[in-house]
C-alpha cells in the first residue's frame, strides 16, 4: 500500500523533529536530502530506507543507537499485534523458551523477529486490560515484564548443550577458545533479542500512546548526553571510547585558537607607515604579534561516590589532550587530597578502572568516606599550592556537596589569588545547588561555576574555557 506524499512528508518531519530533540544537528539542508532519499528509495525495502536516511541526517559518531530507535517508530515493520499473534491464543511461557531457543541456536533471525513480537503481545501486557479473557484492550506493553518472564539469559546452558550433542563425533576434541567463542555469539544473540523485545514494545506503546512522545521519553539518549550521575557501566563504558576522538577535536580546536591568538592585534602606527608605499591605502595590515605560552592545567577532582564517573572520565578527557598544555597536573580527594598524575598517566582508559586505583592506590579518604570539601581545599592550599601560578588554570571538579561540614572558602580564595583562573564544572542541574548540603552558591561567590551534566556540555566547555 503507497503513502500518500502528505502523510510521509510529516512522518519524515516528525523524525527530524525526535531526532533534533535527542541532541543531533540536523538542519534543513539535511532534511531536504532525506526528503530526496525517501522519493528515491520509496518504502519497499525497509532497511533500504534506514540506510538511506541514515547517510542523509547523520553527522557525527554515536548518533546511530538514537536514530535506528526513532526509525523504528517511525518506520515500524508493522502495525497493531504481529501476524502469529493475530487469532491465535497465546502461547505459554514454556512454549515460548522452547521455539526461541531453537532459533537462538539456529541463529533464524526471521524467527527471532517473530518471537519478539509474540512474546511482548502474550507476556508483556499490563493494565486494565491485561487479564485472562479481557480480549485485546491494554494499557500497554512491557518490555522489562516481558523478558522478566522469558527469562532468554537461562536458555544459554541448554542452546550450549543442544549445540554440542548436536555436533559431529569425527574425533576432534574442541578447544575452550571454540566453546568460549560460541559462548559469546549466543550472549551476543540473546542480546540483539532483548533489543528486539524493547523495540516491539515501544511500537505497540506508541500506537497508544503517540508515536512522537514515545520517541521523546523512551528512546534513550547517546552516551555523550547521558548525566554523569545516572550512567550506567554500559553508558561509561561507551564513554571511555570516545576520549580519543573527542580529545582530538579539541586540541584541534584549541590550537587553532593558539594559531588566531599569536597572530595578535593590529599595530595602527606600522600599518599606516606600510602604506606610505602604496599610496596611502593599508593593503597590508601590519599586527603586534605575540608568542603566547602553553598554559598550565591542574585538575581537582572529587573521586567520591556517583560524582566519581564525572571526574574520572574529565580526568583521561584532559590526560589525553596533554600535548596541548605545558603541564597538566591532577589532584583527587574524598576528604583528603593527593597527586595522582602518575595513576593518570599510566595508560589507563577505563574511568572505572582508574576509579579503582585511585581509591585503593592513593591517599584520598581519612577517617570516614564521605567527601569534606573544606578539608580537601585546605589540605590543596597548605600542601599544593606550589602547583599554582600566574600561568595556571584549576578546574574544580564535583557536585559541591559538603556532607554538613565547614565548606572553608577562605581555602578556595587562597587558589584563587594564586591562578590565572578558576573554574568549578558541577555536574548537579542549577535548580539543585544550594538544597540540603550544597555549598554551590557560596562557592560560586568565589570562582566561575558551570553546570557540566554529560559529555557534550564537557566538550563544550573545555574547548570554550581552556585557556591557549
Not at 533471525?109 to 519478539?116: P, S
Not at 584532559?318 to 600535548?323: C, E, L
Not at 539543585?432 to 550544597?438: A, E, F, I, N, R
Request: charged content about 25%.
Amino acid at each position: 500500500m503507497s503513502t500518500p506524499s502528505g502523510a510521509l512528508a510529516g512522518r519524515l518531519t516528525g523524525f527530524v523533529r525526535a531526532l533534533r530533540g535527542h541532541g543531533l544537528r540536523i538542519g534543513p539542508a539535511e532534511t531536504v536530502d532525506a526528503a530526496a532519499v525517501l522519493e528515491v528509495l520509496g518504502l519497499a525495502e525497509r532497511e533500504h530506507v534506514r540506510a538511506g536516511l541514515a547517510a542523509a541526517l547523520l553527522r557525527t559518531d554515536g548518533q546511530r543507537a538514537v536514530f535506528d530507535a526513532t526509525f523504528d517508530l517511525f518506520f515500524p515493520l508493522g502495525v497493531g499485534a504481529p501476524e502469529a499473534a493475530r487469532g491465535n491464543p497465546a502461547a505459554g511461557v514454556e512454549e515460548l523458551r522452547d521455539r526461541l531457543a531453537a532459533a537462538l541456536a539456529a541463529d533464524d533471525r526471521a524467527a527471532l523477529a517473530a518471537l519478539a513480537g509474540e512474546a511482548v503481545d502474550a507476556l508483556g501486557r499490563y493494565g486494565s486490560g491485561s487479564g485472562p479473557g479481557s480480549g485485546t484492550g491494554s494499557d500497554g506493553w512491557s518490555s522489562h515484564q516481558t523478558l522478566s518472564r522469558l527469562q532468554p539469559e537461562t536458555l544459554l546452558a541448554r542452546i550450549l548443550a543442544a549445540l554440542r550433542a548436536a555436533r559431529p563425533s569425527d574425533g576432534e576434541d574442541r578447544t575452550p577458545v571454540a566453546d568460549r567463542l560460541t559462548e559469546d555469539e549466543i550472549r551476543r544473540r540473546i542480546r540483539d533479542f532483548r533489543g528486539q523485545v524493547g523495540t516491539e514494545a515501544r511500537r505497540r506503546v506508541a500506537e497508544l500512546r503517540g508515536t512522537e512522545r514515545i520517541a521523546e521519553r523512551a528512546v534513550a539518549p547517546s552516551a555523550d548526553q547521558v548525566d554523569f550521575l545516572i550512567a550506567g557501566r554500559e553508558q561509561l563504558a561507551e564513554l571511555r571510547r570516545t576520549v580519543q576522538p573527542l580529545a582530538r577535536k579539541l586540541a584541534t580546536r584549541l590550537a587553532a585558537r593558539r594559531r588566531r591568538a599569536a597572530r595578535g592585534r593590529i599595530d595602527l602606527r606600522l600599518t599606516l607607515r606600510s602604506s606610505l608605499s602604496t599610496g596611502g591605502i593599508p593593503l597590508r595590515p601590519a599586527y603586534r604579534r605575540h608568542r603566547p605560552g602553553r598554559p598550565e592545567i591542574v585538575l581537582l577532582c572529587d573521586v567520591s561516590g556517583s560524582v566519581a564517573g564525572f571526574a574520572n572520565f574529565t580526568m583521561l578527557l584532559v590526560q589525553a589532550m596533554r600535548d596541548q598544555f605545558a603541564r597538566v597536573r591532577v589532584y583527587a580527594f574524598v576528604n583528603r587530597t593527593a597527586e595522582v598524575t602518575h595513576l593518570v598517566t599510566a595508560g589507563a582508559a577505563d574511568p572505572a578502572d582508574l576509579g579503582r586505583r585511585i581509591l585503593t592506590e592513593a591517599e584520598v579518604a581519612g577517617w570516614h568516606g564521605s567527601s569534606d570539601y573544606g578539608a580537601a581545599l585546605g589540605e590543596f592550599a597548605d600542601r599544593h599550592l606550589d602547583a599554582v601560578g600566574p600561568r595556571t588554570s584549576v578546574l574544580v571538579l564535583g557536585d559541591a556537596r559538603t556532607n554538613g561540614w565547614d565548606p572553608n572558602l577562605p581555602a578556595l580564595a587562597r587558589i584563587a589569588d594564586r591562578a590565572r583562573r578558576v573554574h568549578w564544572l558541577n555536574p548537579e542541574q542549577p535548580a539543585l545547588w544550594g538544597t540540603g548540603d550544597s555549598a554551590a552558591h557560596a562557592y560560586a561567590e568565589l570562582v566561575d561555576m558551570h553546570p557540566c551534566r554529560n559529555a557534550r556540555r564537557l566538550a563544550e566547555l573545555v574547548g570554550r574555557l581552556l585557556p591557549v
